[in-house]
């Protein structure tokens, strides 16, 4: 390993948005069959289409620094994704991205301010909350294992790791919580059982998240 | 299980480009009633935008044809923003239709209660106002199988959806202004309610595979209209027994009362055989009937449907003067005319 505090940047970024397009890619289908049993079907086919776009934004529009990737990425995915999750991860980027002005490079703790601002997003478009069974329960102990390992000292390749860790463990807690938000909670008591494809997507997106900065 | 639930047979060509191509056939079908712009996807009437006429905007995936690009047109619809199969358009999509739909008089959007199309209305409507464009959003939530509680995100928006685009179309074409189309269309939301149900699952082209498994015994009752399973599974039964079940629980959310005229529509999910749609029409009519509330007006047919799931649903709106008054003034669109 070298330097504990090697700042990662637009590369990583970069890295990471061409990773979630593989990863959303390869995860279509699971992501569909998740939806087809608590929701309509469509969510890993919105998350493809909306990241095969932004690949195709970002090169055909190379962008200048971090900020302008991200903001691109949300503008794509609001134009392209539709759903619940269009203008949710959507806002999850435009947030993103805004924390990133000026930066540019991301040291830890600009890593952790990029996803404290985007979940903080999902939260405010969507105004759901913990254990509603939606992608929040993905992302917010994503976030605080991440503020934990920040506090802790670690590097952003950890800290990722260990919010990509807390994301899973979020994403398999959702199976048994009956929806409260989203197509989910017209099923009522029918959605225990199942896991959340939103919180599954936001998962795959912290693990790529991880192993683009480690790269 | 069917086998018709295993596999994809559809008549289309790539999954991926049936709802362009479907409005691409809508274009040449209907170029005297509406244009269809393809990017961003939006449909709008012919004539449009109609100076000094408020506009109506409605929107939501594709997949429940003739709803909704099939109500643009005179008496109804200025503007239809189709998403993706049962995913709801997107805000540059609804931004762009609100722009050609707008006639001066601002435009009111009527959005189905699910989460995407509220988050994305919401975000239109944004944009929209920031350009100064007067955007009013009603929404549609009539569908009594879901509990309306802190712990859902509401009662779906169904089948008041074409009540409402219809008598809110006339009421901007007799040239309302859009704060008096709003409270028109709060009022046609609060006094309907819906159910539906389904006999077969339905296939999304892009996914390829039903939405659900169902027995060759068994029904989903409750659904709404995304192929979604319902909110429980029962065993087939008689059609009088299924309607007398459904007809129940449409009267007791209202509840509708004796003494009352209604608006009545009996909608097919997409695969449902008229003659079936009649006989229900013919077991909720004598159910009404002893109940002392009379069908005063009728839709039966497939008007909001489920790709080609096999199932319906029904709407009570119940009626006044006004609003009998507004539904038979004269309508001209692809999927709903008379009068003209
Ligand atoms: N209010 C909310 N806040 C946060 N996440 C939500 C909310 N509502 C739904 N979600 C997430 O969105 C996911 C579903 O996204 P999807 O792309 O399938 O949209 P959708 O609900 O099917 O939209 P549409 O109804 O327009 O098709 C859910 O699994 C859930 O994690
Ligand atoms: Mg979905």
Redesign the interface.
Known sequence: MGPLSMAGGKREVLHWLDLLQQVYAANRAWL?ELD?A?????HG??MD?GFIAVQAELAAHPPADIRSALQAAAATL???????????YGTFFLRAAAACAGKPELEAGDVVALFQAGTQGVCE??KAAAGDKTMLDALLPALEAMRQALAEGTGSVEILDRAAAAAEAGMRATIPI?A????A????P?SIGHQDPGATSAFLMLRAAAEAWRA | MLGSQLEMKKLINDPLDAPAEFLAGLALAHSDLLRVSLDPVYVVRADAPVPGKAGLLSGGGSGHEPMHAGFVGRGMLDAACPGAVFTSPTPDQIQAATRAANGGAGVLHIVKNYTGDILNFEMAAELCQAEGIDVRAVVINDDVAVEDSLYTAGRRGVGATVLAEKICGAAAERGYPLAEIETLCRKVNRRARSVGMALTPCTVPAAGKATFELAEDEIEMGIGIHGEPGRERLPLLPAAELIARMAGMVVADLPFRSGDQVIAMVNGMGGTPLMELYIVYRELHHILEGLGIRIARRLVGNYITSLEMAGCSLTLLQADDELLSLWDDPVLTAGLRWGL
């Open positions: 569909t087809s608590i929701g309509d079907a469509d086919i919105n289409r609001i134009r392209h994704v539709g759903g619940a999750a269009g203008p949710l478009r969507g009956q409260r938000k989203g197509r909670s017209y099923l009522g029918r």
